[in-house]
Each structure stands twice: as structure tokens, then as C-alpha cells.
């Protein structure tokens, strides 16, 4: 008893008691745009981007959707323009909101949906598939619960079955084998049921864009009301994310 004592004392205060506040360290987040001139037909950072999420060179436009956060753009521009910081609150509810530039250097503030509110304010259930992923968005998906986030607390939980489920949170970039699987999971939701796209690979494509094994329509078919950009998004963008939304207030 004692020695179990000593190592909880040891852990310290596991849990973050504001999420709203909370700044996550070492963690590579939004890019940053300086407001400095690019040089003349230098294209440096978008030849070094894996995914073109440089949507435009003069000025500066990056497409959040598209970015994987790797940082090759910072390094490769001769002006020093890119960095990158720990901001994580990049969650957005429509697709152009997810452009950001100089003189928007983040994604608009969510406003809360009245009607989302008054449905799921206070009980949400959400079913995660996994639709190609590389296991790293999922892995995020799973720390929500965990004691440091403990998004339960405010009455939103991940579920097993989807005929309990609310909302479906859609990983990964869709894969042609799990367009069935995907489309029978959302059928199996109750209605009102909601989608959320988790990750650059869910609302982009992100690294598999333009492979040949990827099937997207369903996305085209069910819009997502919540856009968390990323590879893989940081815990607290899903959890800030989802409180604006549905206007949840710390406590």
C-alpha cells in the first residue's frame, strides 16, 4: 500500500483541468506564415511539400486539410519565412476555413451550432473507423479518453456499437476496401447522426491523394460538420473542437 502510494505521489496531477488553456509541448503544430516577402519565382516550399498544401506562393497560402505538419517546407526557404508552432486549436467547420496566410494565420473561431446543442450538448457517442489509416490518427483518437484529456467528463465518449453511436469520426484516407464497411457502420447510426473527418488523410487524402486505391465518394455524400487538420491531430483539437461546437463550457 505505501509503496503504491509513493508511486502515485511520484505521478503527480495526471489530469489537464483546463483544456481550453492547455498548450501542448513539443508538439509540431500550425504553421506559421512571417509577413515577409517570398523571393522572386522561388518555390521552394511547395517543391518540398509532400501533400501541395501550398495553395498559393503570392502571398503565402496553406491548405491545413492537405498539411501532414512534417516541417520540410521550414528549412528549404532561402526568406525563413515558415516555422511552425505549438497551436493545436485548428479544428474548423468548413473546408475554405482550413486556408490560412499571413493575414490569417489561423482557422475563424467555430460558432456554436444551436441545433447541435440542443441534440447532443449533453450526451455524445461516437464510433471511430479506421478507413486506411496508419494506426497514428487512431492512436490519438483512443488518448481522448485517457486520464490527461478524460473527454468523457463532459459527456462525449467513443463507443463499440453503431446503433448506440451519434456521430461518426472517420480516420484515414478511405480506402476502396472500406467503402462498404464505412457506409455500413453510418447506415447503422440512428438518426440525427453526424460525421466528423479526423486527420489530413480523412478530409484530404493527405499522402494518398491521388492513389488509385482510394474512394472518397462518401465524404462528397455525407459533409463532415468538424474538420481536424493533422498527421495525426493533437488530442485537444478534437476536444476544443467538439466543446465550440456544441458550446460546452470548461468546468
Same mark, same amino acid.
Given at each position: ?73 521550414a528549412p528549404v526557404c532561402p526568406e525563413k519565412k515558415l516555422t511552425f ?28 451550432? $444551436?441545433? @447541435?446543442?440542443?441534440? *447532443?450538448?449533453?450526451?455524445? /457517442?461516437? &464510433?471511430? #473507423?479506421? %478507413?486506411? +489509416? ?8 483512443n488518448a481522448v479518453g485517457n486520464v490527461n484529456f478524460d473527454l468523457g ?26 467503402? $462498404?464497411? @464505412?457506409?455500413?457502420? *453510418?447506415?447503422?447510426?440512428? /438518426?440525427? &447522426?453526424? #460525421?466528423? %473527418?479526423? +486527420? ?52
Amino acid at each position: 500500500m505505501l509503496r503504491s502510494l509513493r508511486v502515485r505521489i511520484s505521478q503527480g496531477r495526471q489530469y489537464i483541468g483546463d483544456l481550453r488553456a492547455a498548450v501542448p509541448a513539443n508538439f509540431r503544430g500550425v504553421p506559421v506564415i512571417g509577413a515577409g516577402a517570398c523571393a522572386t519565382g522561388c518555390r521552394a516550399c511547395a517543391d518540398a511539400c509532400p501533400t501541395e498544401a501550398f495553395r498559393a506562393l503570392d502571398p503565402l497560402e496553406i491548405d491545413l486539410g492537405r498539411c501532414i505538419q512534417c516541417g520540410d517546407c521550414a528549412p528549404v526557404c532561402p526568406e525563413k519565412k515558415l516555422t511552425f508552432s505549438s497551436n493545436c486549436h485548428t479544428a474548423a467547420i468548413r473546408r475554405e476555413d482550413l486556408l490560412i496566410s499571413a493575414a490569417r494565420p489561423m482557422p475563424p473561431p467555430i460558432a456554436v451550432s $444551436e441545433a @447541435l446543442r440542443k441534440q *447532443f450538448g449533453r450526451s455524445l /457517442r461516437l &464510433r471511430s #473507423v479506421s %478507413a486506411g +489509416g496508419c494506426n497514428g490518427c487512431e492512436s490519438e483518437l483512443n488518448a481522448v479518453g485517457n486520464v490527461n484529456f478524460d473527454l468523457g467528463r463532459y459527456g462525449i465518449e467513443f463507443i463499440a456499437s453503431p446503433r448506440h453511436a451519434d456521430g461518426l469520426v472517420i480516420s484515414g484516407p478511405i480506402t476502396r476496401n472500406m467503402v $462498404e464497411p @464505412l457506409q455500413l457502420c *453510418f447506415d447503422a447510426m440512428p /438518426r440525427p &447522426r453526424v #460525421v466528423l %473527418a479526423y +486527420g489530413a488523410c480523412a478530409i484530404s487524402g493527405g499522402l494518398f491523394a491521388q492513389a488509385p486505391q482510394i474512394e472518397r465518394q462518401f465524404l462528397d455524400a455525407n459533409v463532415a460538420i468538424l474538420l481536424l487538420p493533422g498527421c495525426p491531430p493533437h488530442p485537444l483539437t478534437l476536444v476544443n473542437g467538439l466543446m465550440d461546437l456544441l458550446g460546452i463550457a470548461v468546468r
